[in-house]
């Protein structure tokens, strides 16, 4: 279970930037592990396409509390909605990442729905992350501490407010979402577009003069480099699924092509 002292570490890890993260939509904890062996900062598990359950999100964070290093754990909701957020905070998780955050009004609801009161509406419970109550009151005075925030950017009108969201107390990185941005701007999956890569540029400027970092999604690992030097500060990169594919198609094609040249 990740103590305060552990999260708030995560944090100023996180928030240093220059971490990286990898995708999480299998629901099992070997995956967890194995990222954790691979040296990974930190795993996304997304709940929001996903069939993994509260129960499964569970597991997955004691596998990453039992495994090697200090690998962080970030789930992400399906919505901005403060039932869905608090249910997850309390299995003990290092931080949430929520989709479709457009204006400063739903970063602020964002960052209310991890507080608990007076700074929040998160309810109170002795829960995993609070050690079954065993440590519940030092959870609830020092929680803000030692949870990551993060808000996803994934509209032209995201990025338009982008400065302000970054600007909100409470949000501690914005994340650029490149499929459902490029969608939204009409180009979608034309990574390397103009259009995509100015509403990207206009995110990474914004976070900057907030002093927030942001990161984006890398799926090919081709643009791991270049995401760096467009000023990213975090990385998500490769999906579990992508990578187990895109490994077995790879060893499938060099088996072939051995056994034509050997005939």
Do not use: C
């Not at 969608?183 to 995110?203: H, I, K, Q, Y």
């Not at 999906?239 to 060893?251: F, P």
């Amino acid at each position: 279970m990740t103590t305060d002292a552990d999260g708030e570490r995560f944090v100023s890890r996180f928030t240093d930037g220059n971490v990286l993260g990898t995708w999480v939509s299998i629901g099992h904890p070997a995956i967890v592990e194995a990222a954790a062996r691979a040296g990974f900062d930190f795993v996304l598990i997304d709940t929001e396409h996903t069939t993994m359950s509260l129960e499964t999100v569970a597991e997955l964070a004691r596998a990453a509390a039992a495994s090697p290093g200090e690998l962080g754990v970030i789930v992400r909701p399906a919505w901005n909605d403060p039932v869905r957020i608090k249910r997850i905070l309390d299995i003990g998780v290092d931080g949430i990442m929520v989709p479709m955050v457009d204006t400063p009004d739903a970063a602020t609801e964002l960052v209310r729905a991890t507080r608990y009161p007076p700074d929040g509406d998160r309810g109170i419970a002795s829960g995993r992350a609070a050690g079954y109550g065993q440590n519940f009151v030092d959870y609830v005075a020092e929680e803000h501490r030692s949870l990551l925030t993060i808000a996803q950017i994934e509209t032209p009108t995201g990025v338009e407010h982008a400065s302000d969201i970054a600007a909100v107390d409470g949000i501690d990185a914005l994340f650029v979402g490149p499929a459902d941005l490029s969608a939204s701007l009409g180009v979608f999956a034309e990574w390397d577009g103009p259009e995509l890569t100015d509403a990207m540029a206009r995110t990474i400027e914004a976070g900057a003069s907030a002093g927030t970092p942001v990161g984006t999604l890398t799926v090919r690992e081709a643009d791991v480099e270049d995401r760096v030097e467009r000023g990213f500060d975090f990385q998500i990169a490769g999906k579990d699924m992508t990578t187990l594919i895109e490994t077995g198609e790879r060893i499938r094609e060099t088996y072939e092509e051995s056994v034509s040249r050997r005939e």
